[in-house]
């Protein structure tokens, strides 16, 4: 387990090397410019987002990192530290193509952006950062959203923290094509240290509620299993959830997503329901419940109570939306038989990826090291986990 400050010299050592590898990826000339956009982790709301209801991420210390140069012309090379393969974009050219690779989430944003800047100068930008990819962190959000803060302050386009949000999120859904809730970009782009974001999904009504970083801290443990092949599962359950709205809402005169159905219309309609859209509705309507109550239990200061609803909420994700897998259930269980867990619950989309842990600050290294063996005993390894610290949203970094 890496504690905050091992992580933060690491970080720091990070954005350090990143400089560096920018040299050599794009040669000599005027030092980049440094940014950080921090990926999320998402406590409560599990698959509301795009149902219309309420979620309550927070963004982490962890994400993605962008070492940026203005070019003479227009054109944009953008590269990654993770791949020697290099993407050449022009300003002045037709129509960005979807590549079906991860240029696709910055050249979305891109795409979205250059007609504000007609003169603005061609970049070169490298991505890196320590966010794992497919853990369920929000990498694509934070490549999104950070993306555009870039593009903003170097094309100085003035543009506020919910316009690039919107920008980010057009990205996803429109050029990537992943039909993905407004979640993840708020969560990073809207982020506040020492805070949990309340977003309500259906109307984005958002409020910041304060996290007791001395009496409770966030860990997440990262199973290993990821997620690149599981967009199409992820899609089918937005249709699917779509499907149950649309057979439920003639019932409830004013309904404009899944989250307005009442249990009681749920209760009565469920028998005619499919099966599958029956559990997924299930899910929808009764994480709209938990996650209120999880909200009234943080402002009461009852991180028991919170913690609670994350169990039930895991459960529910792995029972009635079947996104879970056995990785993650053996982390959330092995997580509730720890003491000093308040709650646990896979974060994210599911289907691997990683479970976000509250605990009890005084109680870090016991709880993890239960967790960490339980999940070694099944697997027969050691899961990554690491705790970590709510953080702002994106900005440059001086050095």
Not at 10 to 17: D, I, K, M, T
Not at 111 to 139: H, M, Q, Y
Not at 180 to 199: E, K, N, S
Not at 335 to 350: C, I, M, Y
Request: hydrophobic share 45%; with cysteine; net charge neutral.
């Amino acid at each position: 387990m890496a504690t905050r400050t091992e992580h933060s010299r690491a970080h720091g050592e990070l954005l350090a090397r990143h400089a560096r590898d920018f040299a050599s990826a794009f040669g000599p000339g005027a030092p980049p410019r440094l940014f950080f956009s921090p990926g999320r982790v998402n406590l409560m709301g599990a698959h509301l987002d795009y149902n219309g209801g309420p979620v309550m991420p927070t963004a982490i210390d962890r994400g993605t990192f962008f070492a940026v140069r203005a070019r003479a012309d227009r054109g944009l090379l953008l590269a990654s530290t993770s791949e020697a393969r290099r993407f050449a974009l022009d300003l002045d050219g037709a129509a960005f193509a979807r590549q079906g690779h991860w240029v696709d989430y910055p050249a979305g944003v891109i795409e979205a952006l250059r007609g504000l800047a007609p003169r603005a100068p061609g970049l070169e930008i490298l991505f890196g950062g320590n966010l794992p990819v497919g853990a369920g962190l929000s990498s694509s959000a934070s490549i999104c959203v950070g993306t555009a803060y870039v593009l903003d302050k170097l094309w100085e386009l003035q543009l506020r923290a919910p316009a690039r949000v919107d920008v980010a999120l057009r990205a996803e859904r429109e050029f990537v094509g992943v039909r993905c809730g407004m979640m993840d970009p708020f969560a990073v782009g809207l982020a506040q240290p020492g805070h949990i974001l309340w977003l309500d999904c259906k109307d984005g009504s958002n409020a910041r509620l304060p996290l007791d970083s001395k009496r409770v801290a966030i860990a997440v443990a990262d199973t290993g299993v990821r997620r690149e092949l599981a967009q199409g599962a992820f899609n089918e359950r937005v249709a699917q959830a779509a499907a149950a709205f649309a057979a439920l809402a003639p019932f409830e005169v004013g309904a404009t997503c899944l989250r307005d159905i009442p249990a009681g219309v749920f209760e009565a309609r469920r028998s005619k329901l499919d099966p599958v859209l029956a559990r997924r509705a299930e899910h929808v309507i009764t994480e709209v419940a938990r996650t209120f109550s999880a909200r009234q239990a943080l402002e009461a200061n009852d991180v028991s109570c919170f913690g609670s609803q994350m169990f039930a909420a895991h459960r529910s994700l792995r029972d009635l939306y079947d996104v879970s897998c056995p990785e993650l259930d053996v982390l959330v269980d092995a997580a509730g038989e720890a003491s000093g867990v308040l709650g646990s619950r896979l974060t994210g989309a599911g289907f691997g990826g990683c479970v976000v842990i509250l605990i009890e600050a005084d109680k870090i290294e016991s709880a993890v090291e239960h967790v960490a063996r339980g999940f070694e005993v099944r697997f027969g390894r050691r899961p990554p986990i690491d705790v970590f610290a709510t953080d702002a949203g994106p900005r440059e970094i001086s050095t």
